[in-house]
């Protein structure tokens, strides 16, 4: 099969794995293989440490409650006086200012209708007759 005799000769060698460990080598060229980025270390830290600060603001007790403390002179109120019935008519002399003669807020204003004269535009078409009575 082989002509060539430097083929036969390297045919003959066979691996010896006494001297290396396989799994070993393996482990060591993949851990070799990845580097641990600066970036990836500071995100790390700022993680843990937004962590702490939230279980910190958690578990930190609260502040006592303090009543607050009553002036110690008492206020009097002042009495205010009834209104009269002649000073009620300026009430009336404003809402007939605001709101006009025929106790009407707004004038009747013409606007246009909310609805176009056009019916609307399908993505598929118009609908059948049997669903639009």
Known sequence: MFDDPLA??????TPDG????RDGLFFAAGRASVRLSRKWIALIGALILTQGVTLAFLFWPPPP???PVPDATPTVAAETPSPRVGDQAGMWTDRESNFGA???MFPNILVEPMIPAQPPLRAFGPLPADLLQ
């Open 65 to 67: 409650h303090v009543a």
């Open 18 to 21: 006494a001297g290396l460990d």
């Open 8 to 13: 036969k000769r390297l045919s003959q060698f």
């Open 102 to 104: 025929d106790n009407k």
